[in-house]
């Protein structure tokens, strides 16, 4: 039977790259930070500590390439949401991508914004890669300003705000404080409340949030 590197080596060198940090990320969720060596992560995939050495440097960069996986994952995720015709819809369907994405990807998720990694902090680099992840939520910001939908604003911040009432929701569900049976609710209120501040017409009514639509909201 192969190893998980062997297979991954016969897709090339971004499948053995997310096999190594796949399997890293499994370990700091199983068993915490002190399983995350590179011995440890070799063996798990049967490849030779050399190989891990070769593609990251030390456990550093290994830790700096789970961060910057994380944002890149997020990244695709909201390039894939379908592009709704109306701004405002468009904005909510990034911000339910981006609820689904922290759900289905929560120990990438704790890596990205909860220093999973002990000592572990991000360069100016690998910050500005993050920020990037984030490029779908400003330009459908920009979307809602050229629009008139929003009033005219700087775009890059009011999606930073948006990304702050978003994490903190996420943030809260994730460490149990909000129930499934309300964290959606929630999660689509509090975005729609910081929405609400910048539209052009206050007294407009924005459409249903992506989480919301087609099911009733919890009493």
């Known amino acids: 039977m192969n190893t998980p590197y062997q297979d991954a080596q016969r897709l090339g060198q971004s499948a053995v790259r997310t ?3 796949d399997h890293a990320i499994d370990l700091l969720v199983s068993e915490g930070p002190a399983a995350l ?21 030390g456990k550093e960069g290994l830790a700096d390439a789970l961060y910057r996986e994380g944002f890149a994952r997020l990244r695709r995720a909201q390039q894939q949401v379908p592009q709704a015709t109306d701004p405002l819809t468009a904005l909510n369907d990034l911000g339910a991508a981006y609820r689904a994405h922290a759900l289905a990807e929560p120990a990438y998720y704790r890596v990205m914004f909860e220093q999973a990694v ?18 779908a939520s400003v330009a459908a910001v920009r979307a809602c300003i050229d629009a008139g939908v929003f009033a005219p604003g700087d775009a890059h911040e009011i999606s930073k705000l948006l990304w702050a009432a978003a994490h903190g929701a996420v943030s809260l569900e994730l460490a149990g404080h909000f129930p499934p049976e309300s ?31 087609g099911r009733g909201r919890p009493a």
Do not use: C, N, W
């Not at 070799?42 to 891990?52: D, E, M, N, R």
């Not at 002990?118 to 490029?135: N, T, V």
């Not at 964290?183 to 459409?207: E, M």
């Open 19 to 21: 096999a190594i940090l």
């Open 37 to 57: 060596t590179m011995r440890r992560i070799a063996t798990g995939i049967g490849a030779s500590t050399k190989v891990l050495y070769t593609m990251f440097g």
């Open 118 to 135: 002990p000592g572990y902090r991000p360069g100016p680099e690998a910050l500005a890669a993050a920020d990037h992840a984030f490029d």
């Open 183 to 213: 964290a959606a609710h929630r999660f689509d209120a509090l975005l729609a409340a910081v929405g609400q501040a910048f539209l052009a017409d206050p007294d407009r009514t924005a459409p249903a949030p992506a989480s919301e639509q």
